[in-house]
């Protein structure tokens, strides 16, 4: 008698089928999770550095390196070219103004103040003889001049008695108009003479006026020429220290030549290297200060070179007060050069997370400093140590400082103590 199999429902292939069908489902499942919720890693909290935030005194400034320099320099420079014949000094001598410090020779210069000298001289003697020519001129004028008037008095006193004979026709009408003839002749002589007198005196002054003109311009001539050849002995220009001397005897200088320089020691002054960056915020009258064997000294800005030059660009610094006794030329300084005033503000350590951030956002650690997580933050001015906080965090505070190299796309961190 045939027997009824049953059908079984749970057979093999059913239940290997709805299997992987819960596999791929619990798959797709959990990939949703995960890529739904936060990204975390295990951080050892050793290896990170946690910085607190905390409100104090903030000041923006930057550190600058500086080189001390004398208050003024003076330079030496040739005058006069010439060859190094001799040197009084050696470089680094303390100098008083006026002090020799080497001299130089110039034959050519030499010899047109010679030649110079002679044409004075020349000139200085012909201006003699002139004004000998002018008073022997002026005797024999005047010795004329009195015989032309003697000569006239006489022909008056004639003609005046022969009037009178001839009005009592004591004489002829031709010996009448003789004598009369003789004084008017006499008269227009004496004009003459007076007028000629008249014209060399002017001529003769207006002769020795331009030979003294002449006189007085080769003079100044003389006197430059004096001048540049007294300047082959270079001389100190101002009390202070010889520094620079570049000069050997028998070296031939030229015209113009650097030969050294005068520093005047009476005070120093800082010349600073600022990066080109700041330009627009450096002026005269900013602070600065430097910590010079122990004592903090401060100082301002006297003078901005505006030319830039590898990015950088210069300004003069001066002390303030009193000036280091220690200080010396050429020393270097490290100096904090303020570019904002002294204010209150939420600080926060400076540190390797900005690289990565930005400033725009950083790893907040929780109260019980478990787990820091990410948060958006905004920054304000900084200094080698602080950045300015100005929203996304409070006093208190405690944030990861250190770099976020090998976070990515972290979003929280999970702080484990180091084994």
Same mark, same amino acid.
């Given at each position: ?144 001049? *009195?015989? #032309? +008037?003697?000569? !006239? ?8 008695? &022969? $009037?009178?004979?001839? %009005? ?67 001389? *100190?220009? #101002? +009390?202070?220290? !010889? ?8 070296? &031939? $200088?030229?015209?113009? %030549? ?162």
């Amino acid at each position: 008698m045939d027997r009824v199999i049953e059908k079984k429902y749970w057979n093999r292939k059913k239940i290997l089928m709805i299997t992987g069908i819960a596999a791929v489902l619990l798959l797709i499942g959990a990939s949703v999770y995960l890529t739904s919720g936060k990204s975390k890693l295990n951080v050892e909290s050793d290896r990170i550095t946690i910085s607190e935030i905390k409100e104090g005194p903030f000041q923006e400034f930057i550190p600058v390196n500086g080189v001390v320099l004398p208050v003024t320099t003076i330079y030496l420079d040739a005058m006069e070219g010439g060859r190094v014949e001799e040197k009084f000094v050696e470089d680094g001598a303390i100098m008083k103004k006026d002090q020799p410090i080497l001299r130089l020779s110039n034959t050519d210069l030499e010899l047109q103040l010679a030649n110079q000298e002679t044409q004075v001289f020349n000139v200085l003697t012909q201006m003699q003889i002139s004004k000998n020519n002018s008073e022997q001129n002026s005797i024999n004028r005047q010795n004329q001049d *009195a015989d #032309v +008037d003697n000569a !006239l008095k006489e022909a008056e006193r004639l003609f005046n008695v &022969n $009037k009178k004979l001839y %009005e009592k026709k004591a004489i002829g009408l031709q010996e009448f108009q003789s004598s009369q003839n003789l004084y008017e002749y006499q008269v227009r002589r004496k004009k003459l003479t007076e007028a000629i007198m008249k014209t060399d005196a002017v001529s003769m002054k207006q002769q020795v006026d331009q030979m003294g003109e002449s006189y007085g311009q080769m003079k100044k001539t003389l006197a430059l020429m004096q001048k540049k050849v007294g300047d082959l002995i270079v001389r *100190a220009p #101002v +009390d202070g220290q !010889l520094t620079s001397l570049d000069a050997e005897i028998g070296q &031939n $200088k030229n015209k113009g %030549e650097r030969l050294g320089q005068i520093d005047v020691t009476s005070g120093f002054k800082v010349r600073v290297d600022v990066d080109e960056h700041y330009i627009s915020r450096v002026f005269n009258g900013l602070k600065g200060d430097a910590l010079i064997a122990g004592k903090n000294y401060s100082l301002s800005i006297k003078k901005v070179y505006t030319q830039v030059t590898a990015g950088r660009f210069q300004v003069d610094m001066q002390f303030d007060d009193s000036i280091p006794s220690s200080i010396r030329r050429g020393q270097t300084l490290q100096i904090r050069l303020a570019l904002s005033d002294e204010r209150r503000a939420l600080l926060l350590a400076k540190g390797g997370f900005y690289q990565q951030t930005g400033g725009n956002w950083i790893f907040k650690v929780n109260e019980n400093g478990t787990v820091a997580y990410k948060i958006d933050i905004q920054l304000g001015s900084q200094n080698p140590d602080y950045y300015e906080v100005m929203q996304g965090l409070k006093p208190g505070d405690k944030v990861i400082t250190s770099s976020y190299e090998n976070y990515g796309t972290i979003q929280e961190l999970v702080l484990k103590k180091g084994q």
